[in-house]
């Protein structure tokens, strides 16, 4: 009889034993995957950024447009509530102009929807503010400073992903420099390159920019640019001077069930730049990284209990 009993414990434990076993082998496994997939998960593919009526402006402004020299606008051009439209002819835009009407409320009022839009995405990876010499792949992106500044080439690779989507948040400005240039690759589109900037953007000499511009105060394009996108400028004017604006023809954007996150207040300029410019990432991996260490923290537990399990047996 107690040999029975002895042989039916001894059973028991080495089944628990054999569970534990298995249960803290695969919780191990878990964690590891999601750990893993941390990197990949920061940089799931965003929506892109509906610009509403705003997409059929190359150019639009909320305090007027200025421009010097024979300066090409392929798109509309418009400015709200400011009228004031000056320098063409000798510029020529290829498209409609709209001065304070109806159609240019309603671009700003789109502008500002897709404005913050493109500044609530998330995650968000922090990055060097100098991006001249890097190559990127589709993802959000700020830096610690709340500016971007762009010297040399900047290479923007969907790596084949047509709708790969990249969005630039600043908190302040966006300078780049003479000769500075935003190359695209591996499918990517300027459709789908988007330049959220809190203050003012300056574009240098004879400089070719990609993607779309969505400026809080005003938009400076100097001497010789070459834009590929938009330059859409919320509160204050657009300065122009002998520039080409192309327009990629860039297709609807796919319906969404709900926006990535919940769009924060339009931050105010002040020159500087605006408390809270760095990095979010952190915050946003939090849940993802709890998750790996919850399972860690199980697969101990199991481990812990199997050996637990095998002490007893080892001491019956």
């Avoid at 100098?130 to 700020?142: I, K, S």
């Avoid at 070459?226 to 609807?252: E, H, I, M, P, W």
């Avoid at 809270?276 to 939090?286: I, L, P, Y």
């Avoid at 860690?296 to 199997?306: H, I």
Wanted: charged letters at 10%.
């Amino acid at each position: 009889m107690l040999q029975q009993r002895v042989a039916s414990v001894t059973e028991r434990a080495v089944a628990a034993a054999r569970l534990s076993k298995w249960m803290a082998r695969i919780a191990l496994v878990l964690a590891i995957g999601v750990l893993a997939l941390q990197p990949l998960i920061a940089n799931a593919a965003q929506p892109p950024v509906d610009l509403g009526t705003a997409a059929s402006f190359a150019v639009l402004a909320g305090q007027g447009v200025t421009n010097t020299g024979p300066t090409e606008v392929n798109g509309d051009l418009g400015t709200s509530p400011n009228p004031a439209v000056t320098g063409f002819p000798p510029g020529k835009v290829n498209g409609a102009i709209h001065q304070a009407d109806a159609v240019a409320l309603q671009a700003q009022s789109d502008l500002t929807t897709a404005y913050n839009d493109a500044a609530g995405r998330t995650p968000v990876t922090t990055i060097a503010t100098e991006l001249g010499g890097q190559t990127l792949q589709p993802g959000v992106y700020n830096s610690e400073s709340g500016t971007f500044q762009i010297t040399g080439t900047l290479t923007l690779d969907a790596q084949g992903d047509p709708n790969g989507i990249f969005i630039f948040q600043m908190a302040a400005t966006l300078i780049t420099a003479s000769s500075s240039k935003v190359s695209l690759l591996g499918d990517a589109s300027a459709c789908s390159v988007f330049w959220q900037v809190g203050s003012s953007a300056t574009l240098g000499t004879n400089s070719t920019f990609t993607g779309n511009i969505l400026a809080l105060t005003s938009i400076q394009v100097q001497t010789g640019v070459t834009v590929d996108g938009r330059a859409l400028a919320r509160n204050a004017s657009v300065t122009l001077d002998n520039d080409t604006f192309k327009q990629s023809t860039c297709a609807a954007p796919t319906p969404t069930t709900s926006p990535p996150t919940t769009s924060p207040p339009t931050p105010i300029p002040t020159g500087g730049v605006a408390t809270g410019g760095g990095s979010t990432a952190g915050a946003q991996d939090v849940p993802v990284l709890a998750v790996g260490v919850t399972l860690l923290v199980a697969a101990g537990a199991a481990f812990a209990v199997r050996r637990r399990v095998m002490r007893k047996d080892a001491s019956s």
